[in-house]
């Protein structure tokens, strides 16, 4: 079982990234996946969760109307579009898979990615 994020990089202010998250080992369409993130000294916080039927749930307001989350089940793979991104998006992202249905409790979560790095400075 393994769940790849990839996507991060260095942006400046107010650019973009798309982030992915591909699954293999277990069957994707039975599980929601949800993202999380760390910034350098802040603990884990949930981003946003894509539920086995394409809801999406956002965790906070921050991220409102600037992430976007789909998800292809044919590739196994989740995508986020980020926009307008700001500094303070900056951390490591990590996806994650909970069978059936989204939570913001990370706990729940069943299958974790390594993460991967965004950096929003100019």
């Known amino acids: 079982v393994q769940l790849q994020a990839s996507g991060g990089g260095l942006v400046q202010p107010g650019g973009s990234l798309r982030l992915s998250c591909a699954a293999s080992?277990?069957?994707?369409?039975?599980?929601?996946i949800g993202w999380f993130r760390q910034a350098p000294g802040r603990e884990r916080e949930g981003v946003l969760c894509?539920?086995?039927?394409?809801?999406?749930?956002y965790y906070g307001d921050s991220v409102k109307g600037r992430f976007t989350i789909s998800r292809d089940d044919a590739k196994s793979t989740v995508y986020v579009k980020v926009n307008s991104l700001k500094p303070e998006d900056t951390a490591v992202y990590y996806c994650?898979?909970?069978?059936?249905?989204?939570?913001?409790?990370?706990?729940?979560?069943?299958?974790w990615g390594q993460g991967t790095l965004v950096t929003v400075s100019s």
């Open positions: 994650a898979a909970k069978k059936w249905s989204c939570a913001v409790d990370a706990d729940q979560y069943d299958y």
């Open positions: 080992g277990f069957t994707m369409d039975y599980y929601a």
């Open positions: 894509v539920s086995v039927s394409g809801g999406t749930t």
